[in-house]
């Protein structure tokens, strides 16, 4: 497979069903290995890949330098099934449309589900692309503390509601034909990056 030859690139065999979880990571804390090793069991996945962003488009701030946030993520993320990773970067995208085309080109026969925080898709919809995204891989999406209501009220889950797996079958979800997503609540940890740099502790 041409993506497990490249230097630098995680390795994927064709059949496995690998999770994308995409974000800035500025920086990674406990909550993103919580709802990673979730999202490991609930959604049916033979590994996660924590895709470290350059930056994100939809914010006007830069991050911390990708290194830097590289080396606290894989201090962070210790798994035998998770992979930390500046593929973005090596890529050369910058929206999720865009990397999804690229590791579908890279890694052929590998299913990819796109993970999410519920806050993610209260405002999918400005995505770039966003509905090719639903119409192309699975969605896999968190709960967080507060997101709930307006995820489950949000434009892509009223256009997709239908696209919806009942919670009793989310370990389905990386098998299952695009459009297809799963929401599932978890006891879920309040912290987040935004209150970890604003405490001076980033």
Same mark, same amino acid.
């Given at each position: 497979m041409r993506g497990a030859n490249l230097h630098g690139f995680p390795v994927a065999k064709a059949g496995q069903v690998i999770g994308l979880l995409g974000g800035s990571f500025d920086p990674a804390h406990h909550?993103?290995?919580?709802i990673t090793k979730a999202a490991l069991t609930r959604f049916g996945l033979d590994k996660v890949w924590w895709l470290v962003s /350059? *930056?994100?488009p939809l914010k006007r701030n830069g991050? $911390?330098?990708?290194?830097?946030r590289m080396q606290a993520a894989q201090a962070l993320m210790r798994h035998p099934?998770?992979?930390v990773t500046d593929i973005?970067?090596?890529?050369?995208?910058?929206?999720t449309a865009q990397t999804l085309v690229a590791l579908?080109?890279?890694? /052929? *026969?590998?299913?990819?589900?796109?993970?999410?925080? $519920?806050?993610?898709?209260?405002q999918l919809h400005r995505?770039?692309?966003?509905?090719?995204i639903?119409?192309?891989?699975?969605?896999?999406?968190?709960?967080?503390?507060?997101d709930r209501i307006s995820a489950r009220l949000s434009k892509a889950a009223c256009i997709y509601g239908a696209a919806q797996l009942p919670d009793r079958a989310s370990h389905i979800l990386g098998r299952a034909q695009a459009p297809a997503w799963s929401f599932i609540n978890l006891p879920m940890s309040h912290q987040s990056s935004s209150a970890i740099r604003a405490r001076g502790d980033w």
């Open positions: 909550g993103h290995v919580h /350059p *930056g994100n991050p $911390a330098p990708l290194s830097q099934r998770v992979t973005e970067a090596r890529l050369g995208t910058r929206h579908r080109r890279h890694y /052929p *026969g590998v299913r990819f589900v796109w993970l999410m925080g $519920a806050d993610n898709l209260a995505w770039q692309d966003w509905r090719w639903m119409d192309s891989v699975p969605v896999g999406v968190i709960a967080r503390p507060d």
